[in-house]
């Protein structure tokens, strides 16, 4: 079992940066594609960017494509998600996930993904 830590998110203006960091412990997630996704308040889940298990492959959904970068370092076992030109409706609670299956892509189906952190807020001030 892995167990997912996020870190790093906060209240910042508009058109600022943030970088959130998923943590892992327990099991190593190296063999596995990860997940950022997030939840509004009021509004379901959705996906935001996800990685392949070798790192080479990302997807980003439309409104985030350009503005953030998802990216991992195998050895430390950690998830980043650096965010720019941050927007008021990109204010939510940013999660990290662990896909199911082993060696594959990412997806945006948030049921592909099993292990799930606690979540990190993201406020952004227009």
């Known amino acids: 079992q892995v167990q997912l830590v996020e870190s790093g998110g906060g209240l910042v203006q508009a058109g600022g940066s943030l970088r959130l960091s998923c943590a892992g412990s327990?099991?190593?997630?190296?063999?596995?594609?990860m997940g950022w996704f997030r939840q509004a308040p009021g509004l379901e889940r959705e996906f935001v960017a996800g990685i392949s298990w070798g790192g080479s492959s990302n997807v980003y959904s439309d409104s985030v494509k350009d503005r953030f970068t998802i990216s991992r370092d195998k050895a430390k076992n950690t998830l980043y998600l650096q965010m720019n030109s941050l927007k008021s409706e990109d204010t939510a609670l940013y999660y990290c996930a662990k896909r199911r299956t082993p060696y594959s892509g990412a997806t945006m189906v948030s049921s592909d993904y099993d292990n799930w952190g606690q979540g990190t807020q993201v406020t952004v001030s227009s």
């Open positions: 327990g099991r190593s997630f190296s063999n596995y594609a």
